[in-house]
């Protein structure tokens, strides 16, 4: 089966702060929005997250990212969870600072819930900007 878009409309999100709390400008929804012009800026901090509910279970096999360059992490971790579950580590990885588009293959995993953790900003602050977040795989 081909690997879809697993983030909709229905998939709740969250992160750990936005820049100067202008969620208008910089809010979360923009990492989901398919433009090129807005994007998710956290605030300072050593490290920032985002976390996703699916409506449904999913089994991931593939996320896709695009940070700002100069303000992208160099390290991520993958965790995901069942519903009622602790999340567990599924694994990390290692994005480059640039502005492209990066893919990284996951083990295959299923799960209803995710949080990718950004550490080791490019920033001297800790922010991380991210313009595109995508997640592959198939709904169960």
């Not at 996320?63 to 100069?70: A, V, Y």
């Not at 993958?78 to 996951?106: C, H, M, W």
Request: hydrophobic share 35%; net charge negative; charged share 25%.
């Amino acid at each position: 089966m081909p690997a879809i878009p697993l983030i909709c409309s229905k998939t709740v999100s969250r992160v750990s702060s936005v820049l100067n709390r202008d969620a208008k400008q910089f809010g979360k929804k923009h990492m989901f929005d398919g433009s090129e012009e807005t994007c998710w800026n956290s605030d300072q901090g050593s490290s920032q997250w985002v976390m996703l509910e699916f409506p449904q279970t999913v089994k991931i096999n593939q996320l896709q990212i695009q940070f700002q360059g100069g303000f992208a992490s160099q390290l991520c971790t993958l965790e995901g969870g069942r519903k009622g579950e602790e999340l567990v580590k599924i694994s990390d990885f290692y994005p480059e600072d640039t502005n492209a588009l990066q893919s990284f293959r996951t083990e295959e995993t299923t799960l209803d819930k995710l949080k990718i953790t950004f550490e080791n900003s490019t920033d001297f602050f800790g922010r991380i900007v991210v313009y595109r977040l995508s997640l592959l795989g198939e709904k169960l």
